[in-house]
């Protein structure tokens, strides 16, 4: 299986010097591309737009914080993007990266390799846009998203916003260690039984004095362990879409229409429970059953340990919706072969 060419640790970016910026803000988690629940939740939290093409803003002068995963996976993605890229030029809102951001652009950059089944999704939206509008699109993703900061310290060192979390020593450090570990997290070196990286729950040992609010593995209800909360409630899996008010610490959620797209590892218990009333969870599923079945062989479990690449999670899955009657494998779709 030809290695995936993903830039997996961005940049250097110094442009969003705002430590000392005390909020209020909403902090946002993974959306991936689930764009109805994401203008419902900035709705229910109060902000407004004049029309589909203004930026949202919230009249008391709050900002929304995107913890990054806008893309990939979800049904809306271009939509969700342009939300996200208005509101941080409007300066509405701050937004951190998440892995899905570095690996659509990396492939929307090289056209080469062969993108995750989540990313595939992404790159069938932009293709359909008309050929002005969609290198319009790939042009300002492509500037919005090498203007990010790896992660946040905001309200004088006691928020930290990262997409995967932070440990206390890359707070408000801007080292290859320490974007890396914003945007992929820390995993064990150990391939589980799909050859996916095992991951560390690097919480447990955080003792930081900032609270650090982040997303990447998503989880049934929002997770406070120590001075840590994970608020990616797996909105694209049939959970909902979170967001967390600084300074209050009060969590608002809209439930997700519906499920738009199915791992390939099992999620915890809990996440996507409005799916799983009516079904059994994909891990209770035979593995013949078309729903789970990878789209990719595993990753050989001798992959380099020390040297993870993109930790997605709960990565390349087999997408439901339209799109799994089709469901890709990995290379079947040659980058050279995609005109984007
Ligand atoms: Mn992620």
Not at 259 to 273: D, E, F, I
Request: hydrophobic share 35%.
């Amino acid at each position: 299986m030809p290695r995936r060419t993903v830039q997996t640790v961005p940049p250097p970016s110094t442009s969003h010097r705002v430590r000392e910026d005390t909020g209020p803000f909403d902090i946002i988690g993974d959306v991936h591309g689930c764009a109805d629940e994401l203008v419902r939740l900035l709705g229910r939290l109060g902000y407004r737009r004049r029309s589909p093409r203004h930026a949202f803003r919230h009249p008391a002068g709050r900002r929304a914080v995107f913890v990054g995963d806008l893309v990939d996976r979800g049904p809306r993605v271009v939509q969700t993007a342009r939300i996200a890229m208005r509101m941080v030029a409007e300066k509405s809102a701050l937004c951190v990266p998440g892995n899905h951001e570095l690996e659509f652009l990396s492939f929307l950059e090289a056209s080469a390799g062969a993108p995750g089944a989540g990313t595939l999704l992404s790159i069938r939206q932009v293709r359909l846009l008309r050929p002005a509008s969609r290198r319009r699109f790939i042009e300002q993703f492509r500037t919005f998203v090498s203007r990010l900061p790896a992660h946040l310290v905001l309200d004088h060192g006691g928020l930290a916003v990262a997409h995967a979390g932070l440990k206390d020593r890359y707070i408000g450090r801007d080292s290859r260690a320490a974007r890396r570990f914003a945007i992929h997290g820390q995993t064990t070196g150990a391939r589980d039984r799909y050859g996916l990286p095992v991951r560390v729950n690097w919480a447990t040992d955080y003792a930081g004095r900032a609270l650090v609010v982040y997303g990447h593995t998503p989880v049934p209800e929002p997770e406070w362990i120590r001075n840590t909360v994970n608020i990616d409630t797996g909105c694209v899996y049939g959970g909902k879409l979170s967001a967390l008010r600084y300074p209050e610490l009060a969590i608002v959620s809209v439930k997700a229409r519906r499920t738009y797209y199915r791992p390939r590892r099992s999620l915890p218990a809990g996440v996507g429970l409005r799916a799983e009333t009516r079904t059994p969870p994909p891990a209770a599923r035979p593995l013949s059953d078309p729903r789970t079945q990878p789209v990719a062989a595993p990753r050989p479990p001798q992959s380099p340990p020390g040297l993870p690449r993109s930790a997605p999670s709960p990565p390349s899955s087999a997408p439901v919706g339209p799109a799994s009657r089709r469901a890709p494998s990995r290379g079947s779709i040659p980058g050279a072969e995609i005109p984007l």
